[in-house]
Nanobody, 123 residues
């Protein structure tokens, strides 16, 4: 079993930066891939970024490329999502997820989820 807990979400202004954290517990973190997903009001949950268990491989959804960076520190059992140049359309609940495969599977197949953290981008 894997337990995940996100933190770091808050209200920010357009253009600001924000770093989300995902603390994991249970199995050794290096054993699984980690991903970040988000869900805006009235929209489906969507993939943001993923990182392999070793951290050597990463992938991003198009909207995240060049603005967001995913990383992990397996010794601290923590994954991160650094978000720069935030836009109002980035407003969503951001979820950390864990999967036994990389790249991560679809939203409906990923087995482990955190509770989410709210990111609001507004002036």
């Amino acid at each position: 079993q894997v337990q995940l807990a996100e933190s770091g979400g808050r209200l920010v202004q357009p253009g600001d930066s924000l770093r989300l954290s995902c603390q994991s517990s249970g199995r050794a973190m290096s054993a699984y891939a980690v991903g970040w997903f988000r869900q805006a009001p009235g929209k489906k949950r969507e993939f943001v970024a993923g990182i392999s268990g070793s951290g050597r491989s990463v992938d991003y959804e198009d909207f995240a490329k060049g603005r967001f960076t995913i990383s992990r520190d397996n010794d601290k059992s923590t994954a991160f999502l650094q978000m720069n140049g935030l836009k109002p359309e980035d407003t969503a609940v951001y979820y950390c997820a864990a999967d036994w495969t990389y790249p991560l599977r679809s939203v409906h197949a990923v087995p482990y989820w955190g509770q989410g953290t709210q990111v609001t981008v507004s002036s």
